[in-house]
């Protein structure tokens, strides 16, 4: 991808879950660099809504998307289906299938590639099967490969969550909270492996992140919600104390 | 003391908490009242009691030993039904998936869950024997109603508990592979299932087991399998042979009990 082409282009994107009611107001972002990209806010501002929207998990209200030079917010069916696999997510839940394997899991990031009677036979390829048991030998977690996901802990469940979006062999990641179940240092470990993975992909990786300082550290970038708008884009150095106010509110936390 | 006993004023009485609510004592009195009058609208009585107890004696006497002399027509008749109860588990519990699954209101609209449901609740409403007259009317004696009758009452029980057990699943991971890029069929396949897998099998060993309980009964109404056996057997008298023929269905149904353990301790 050359530089001048933008990874991804948002513009004007607005979602009302209760009509007159806004969450998102208008949000313009375009991102042309690789790495990881934090997005910082209060609760409930609309930053889950703002990554869930961009691979249409939810169904935005007005705007446009552009990705892999398509309108995502007007792909539908197959179309949709074919964009969707190429953005890989991490979840702060980690949403694995609890009763599958942890290789299955892994393995459920190539679905988007397959026919539902391949899915249904469970015909994946030879080189996913090696992939899959790359990226787990990558994260650390060749040793458990047969054992059911349920049995693992947190920070490796999270683990296994980013095998299974960089199996998508995704143009772009999206983590919604990758870190806030952790403990700070797993949430370090889960950070470093995304950084690694947007590095090594060449991709962004956008990330909600409640951590000030965890997102100081890795982000090349940071964007500031408050109030469903974008109020901040730019360094993370570039971040001053009235910039945090203005997003959080209030200063007594800032001591 | 007795002085400072008598100076003390008598306290007010207190409610009982456990006083009598009339309202529940005249609803008792009422259900024992219509008790009464039931059993002598039927007429039982002591009497009536003590001579229905002689006939039952009487059969019971001519029941013992259970004959197995005519054990060709016995495991016929066994055959039959256990194959009606195979052939209709297995149809049932297929179409129930497909039906359960569009039943589901967390994965379907309203347009196509609330019709489903209500084929099913369809299905529910009549007892086995009923649906097994309709068919026998329909497509006549034999093994074919039987089969129809039971595919009917397995999917009025398991399409709608397939149904309840998709409702309970974690949203989660349907979400999660839906973000893959993957179709429907192949979320319902690695998001959906193997959630309830196991809670399916559940289900259908226990309908199995039911079917082969009822294959023993759609024969009565000349549904085929081993009930023709044991009504022809009752109205010709031969009670030894009746013997013989209960026997053997409890011999089915313990069989049938060992199988769905056996299969619910394999998936555990």
């Not at chain 2, 306290?11 to 529940?24: E, G, H, I, S």
């Not at chain 2, 009487?58 to 030993?65: Q, R, S, T």
């Amino acid at each position: 991808m050359s530089s001048a082409q933008a990874f991804l282009e948002i513009k004007g994107l607005k979602k009302e879950y209760v009509s007159g009611n806004p969450i998102l107001k208008g949000i313009d972002i375009t991102i042309t660099e690789p790495g990881i990209i934090a997005i910082i806010g209060p609760s409930g501002t609309g930053k889950s809504t703002l990554l869930r929207c961009i691979n249409r998990l939810i169904e935005p209200t007005a705007g446009q998307i552009m990705f892999d030079q398509a309108d995502l917010c007007d792909a539908r069916g197959g179309e949709l289906r074919k964009l969707r696999r190429h953005v890989g997510m991490v979840f702060q839940e980690y949403n694995l299938v609890e009763r599958l394997s942890v290789i299955e899991n892994v393995l459920t990031g190539r679905l988007g590639y397959m026919s539902a009677w391949r899915a249904w036979r469970r015909n994946f390829s030879q080189q996913d099967i090696n992939t899959a048991f790359e990226l787990l030998d990558a994260v650390g977690l060749s040793a458990h490969a047969t054992q059911r996901a349920d049995s693992l802990s947190g920070g490796q469940r999270q683990r296994v969550g980013i095998a299974r979006a960089v199996m998508q062999d995704p143009r772009i990641l999206l983590a919604d909270e990758p870190t806030s179940s952790l403990d700070p240092k797993t949430a370090v470990e889960i950070m470093e492996l995304l950084e690694r993975f947007a590095q090594e992909k060449n991709i962004p990786a956008l990330v909600n992140i409640h951590d000030v300082t965890l997102a100081r550290r890795f982000a090349k970038r940071m964007i500031g919600m408050a109030g469903g708008k974008v109020v901040y884009d730019g360094s993370p150095e570039g971040i001053s104390d009235a910039h945090l106010k203005l997003i959080y509110g209030g200063e007594s936390w800032l001591a | 003391m007795a002085g400072v006993d008598s100076v003390t004023p008598a306290p007010a009485a207190r409610p009982n908490p456990f006083a009598r609510n009339w309202f529940v004592t005249v609803i008792w009195l009422l259900l024992a009242g219509y008790l009464v009058y039931s059993i002598n609208a039927l007429g039982l009585s002591w009497e009536r009691i003590s001579t229905g107890m002689g006939y039952a004696g009487n059969l019971l006497d001519k029941m013992f030993p259970p004959n197995f002399s005519r054990w060709e027509l016995l495991l016929g008749g066994l055959v039959e039904s256990l194959e009606i109860a195979v052939i209709a588990s297995f149809v049932g519990i297929v179409v129930s998936l497909f039906l359960g699954l569009f039943a589901a209101r967390n994965l379907m609209s309203g347009w196509i869950s609330s019709p489903v449901r209500a084929l099913i609740a369809l299905c529910r409403t009549f007892h086995p024997v009923i649906i097994a007259i309709l068919f026998v009317k329909s497509v006549g004696f034999g093994a074919l109603a039987g089969i129809l009758t039971l595919v009917v009452a397995s999917i009025g029980f398991i399409a709608k508990l397939f149904a309840e057990a998709i409702e309970e699943i974690s949203l989660k991971q349907v979400e999660a592979i839906r973000a893959t890029g993957a179709s429907f069929v192949s979320v319902v396949l690695f998001a959906v299932m193997p959630q309830v897998f196991s809670r399916f099998l559940g289900f259908s060993t226990y309908q199995l087991d039911s079917n082969l309980r009822n294959s023993t009964m759609v024969g009565i109404v000349g549904a085929g399998g081993l009930g023709g056996t044991l009504f022809s057997a009752f109205q010709r008298f031969d009670y030894d042979f009746v013997a013989a023929i209960l026997i053997v269905i409890i011999a089915l149904i313990m069989f049938g009990e060992f199988i769905s353990n056996l299969v619910r301790r394999i998936f555990k």
